[in-house]
């Protein structure tokens, strides 16, 4: 016995409808409205069923999804999402996604929270990624979480203590992060990162808030895309506090103004010097002109012995 029930506009089907018809053995249920169907729908003596182009929901619990038996769901690899953000995407995996995201949810460090970003194709495999995302801001941390779920592509540590970006460079749990935040932490310095695989693979890097230098920001103007947020720290009185460091001169970076006074007479004492060189080799010209024309020898040279 076959149940046609296509292009309907249903939104909903009864978990029980089989218990009424136990004769059915095909149902279709092809280009409705349904969003989800009830975990615990009962299939009776069915052999078969379509699903597709219907309007599935992939957020929220997807379990029922990955209870459907594809010997009986003909159509299950031509059920896609509906909706953001996943429009478009292969339904099962999607739903596989999200259970492995419940599991990275109990296995991910105790003080970190973890959730499914979104599921994008790889260009190269045409596969679909997972984009993990891992939260660990405000919450003590004084060192690089030691390990990540796998396919970890984004990681937030704002407002921690961490200084040291070893890890980035030798720990192969962040070989394949793609965006890290770091802003408000002790970072002084990212030179351990030279030559590292994952400075020349990562996709953002924010550094907002750290204890940076001018000649850091220079070198790696190019990569630091934030590089006009990272800031002097307030000081009362100091023309430069909240200014972006990139855009102060070597002589203001930063400093006190007890400090002014020593750079100050550094910077006059090399104008003096400048102008002496000139005056010097200006009168040398002078007199080896006064010579050719004349010649007559400067006055000094007379009267050295």
Same mark, same amino acid.
């Given at each position: 016995?076959?149940? =046609?029930?296509?292009?309907?506009?249903?939104?909903?089907?009864?978990?029980?409808?089989?218990?009424?018809?136990?004769? /059915?053995?095909?149902?279709?249920? =092809?280009?409705?409205?349904?969003?989800?169907?009830?975990?615990?729908?009962?299939? #009776?003596?069915?052999?078969?069923?379509?699903?597709?182009?219907?309007?599935?929901?992939?957020? #929220?619990?997807?379990? %029922?999804?990955?209870?459907?038996?594809?010997? /009986?769901?003909?159509?299950? &690899?031509?059920?896609?999402?509906?909706?953001?953000?996943?429009?478009?995407?292969?339904?099962?995996? $999607?739903?596989?996604?999200?259970?492995?995201?419940?599991?990275?949810?109990?296995?991910?460090?105790?003080?970190?929270?973890?959730?499914?970003?979104?599921?994008?194709?790889?260009?190269?495999?045409?596969?679909?990624?997972?984009?993990?995302?891992?939260?660990?801001?405000?919450?003590?941390?004084?060192?690089?979480?030691?390990?990540?779920?796998?396919?970890? !592509?984004?990681?937030?540590?704002?407002?921690?203590? /961490?200084?040291?970006?070893?890890?980035?460079?030798?720990?192969?749990?962040?070989?394949?992060?793609?965006?890290?935040?770091?802003?408000?932490?002790?970072? &002084?310095?990212?030179?351990?990162?030279?030559?590292?695989?994952?400075?020349?693979?990562?996709?953002?890097?924010?550094?907002?808030?750290?204890?940076?230098?001018?000649?850091?920001?220079?070198?790696?103007?190019?990569?630091?895309? &934030?590089?006009?947020?990272?800031?002097?720290?307030?000081?009362?009185?100091?023309?430069?506090?909240?200014?972006?460091?990139?855009?102060?001169?070597?002589?203001?970076?930063? *400093?006190?103004?007890?400090?002014?006074?020593?750079?100050?007479?550094?910077?006059?004492?090399?104008?003096?010097?400048?102008?002496?060189? $000139?005056?010097?080799?200006? !009168?040398?010209?002078?007199?080896?002109?006064?010579?050719?024309?004349?010649? *007559?020898?400067? %006055?000094?040279?007379?009267?050295?012995?």
């Amino acid at each position: 016995m076959v149940l =046609e029930l296509k292009q309907l506009v249903l939104t909903n089907i009864s978990s029980v409808l089989l218990t009424n018809f136990p004769d /059915i053995k095909i149902l279709n249920l =092809e280009g409705n409205h349904l969003e989800a169907l009830d975990k615990n729908f009962y299939f #009776g003596n069915l052999r078969e069923l379509y699903l597709k182009e219907n309007k599935w929901k992939c957020t #929220g619990s997807l379990e %029922w999804v990955l209870k459907l038996n594809r010997t /009986i769901v003909k159509d299950l &690899d031509q059920l896609f999402c509906h909706g953001m953000p996943h429009q478009g995407k292969p339904l099962l995996p $999607i739903a596989q996604y999200f259970k492995v995201n419940v599991i990275l949810r109990t296995n991910v460090q105790k003080k970190c929270e973890c959730s499914l970003s979104h599921v994008v194709r790889d260009p190269k495999t045409d596969l679909l990624e997972p984009i993990i995302m891992v939260n660990c801001s405000n919450r003590d941390f004084t060192e690089l979480p030691s390990r990540l779920p796998r396919k970890t !592509k984004i990681l937030h540590l704002e407002g921690n203590s /961490i200084a040291n970006l070893k890890p980035l460079k030798t720990n192969p749990a962040y070989r394949s992060l793609m965006d890290l935040y770091l802003d408000n932490n002790r970072v &002084d310095s990212i030179g351990v990162l030279e030559g590292s695989h994952w400075l020349t693979h990562f996709r953002a890097f924010s550094l907002k808030g750290n204890k940076l230098t001018k000649e850091m920001l220079q070198k790696y103007a190019s990569q630091v895309k &934030d590089v006009h947020d990272i800031k002097c720290s307030y000081v009362e009185g100091d023309e430069n506090s909240l200014l972006p460091i990139a855009e102060l001169s070597r002589s203001s970076v930063c *400093r006190f103004p007890t400090e002014y006074s020593v750079q100050e007479a550094l910077d006059l004492l090399n104008a003096v010097l400048a102008c002496l060189i $000139i005056f010097i080799l200006g !009168k040398l010209a002078y007199d080896y002109y006064h010579f050719k024309r004349t010649g *007559r020898l400067p %006055w000094i040279v007379t009267k050295m012995p």
